[in-house]
């Protein structure tokens, strides 16, 4: 049966679309008690942006969906919840733009599947911090309030109750 892709020329169908493992969770994001104010950053996810990315600061970053139907300011799908602790984030930013051409080369094919998928509709998120110890428990509190879809890794305080809810 046809979809609405088959007119297009992407190789994925209306189905391959589905999202099988999202959560939107209000009791998770009230779980969200950090103290330090991050202030958010972005650009489009391509590689003509990267120069807008820093080259001199690690932190944590996201990467969104944004539709950018009838220019609607809020709608927006939180995919994936990341961290640079040892690097710059303009360098993670490459790394993602590296994989997305290395494709199913990749090591990370879960993220490459988000990156093409999404392709022209993703946007890099980012904000700065500057004490390194803190990073990890920002990425942690984070993974812990969005639950994010492409994301594999969560930390123990709800890794177990994702387990229970995508077991079936």
Request: proline share 4%.
């Amino acid at each position: 049966m046809d979809d609405i892709f088959s007119r297009q020329t992407s190789k994925y169908k209306l189905n391959d679309y589905k999202l099988t493992r999202m959560v939107l969770s209000p009791s998770h994001w009230c779980s969200y008690k950090l103290r330090s104010k991050l202030k958010w950053h972005y650009v489009k996810f391509e590689s003509t942006k990267s120069n807008y990315v820093p080259n001199n600061a690690g932190g944590v970053y996201t990467f969104i969906i944004k539709p950018g139907i009838a220019r609607h300011p809020s709608c927006s799908y939180l995919m994936y919840v990341g961290m640079t602790e040892r690097q710059m984030l303009r360098d993670r930013f490459s790394q993602y733009l590296s994989d997305k051409k290395r494709g199913d080369l990749s090591r990370r094919l879960h993220v490459v599947e988000m990156l093409d998928k999404w392709d022209g509709y993703l946007w890099f998120y980012y904000a700065v911090i500057h004490k390194r110890k803190d990073i990890k428990k920002v990425e942690n509190a984070l993974l812990a309030a969005y639950l994010p879809p492409s994301n594999h890794k969560f930390p123990a305080s709800v890794r177990h109750a994702l387990a229970k809810i995508f077991s079936h």
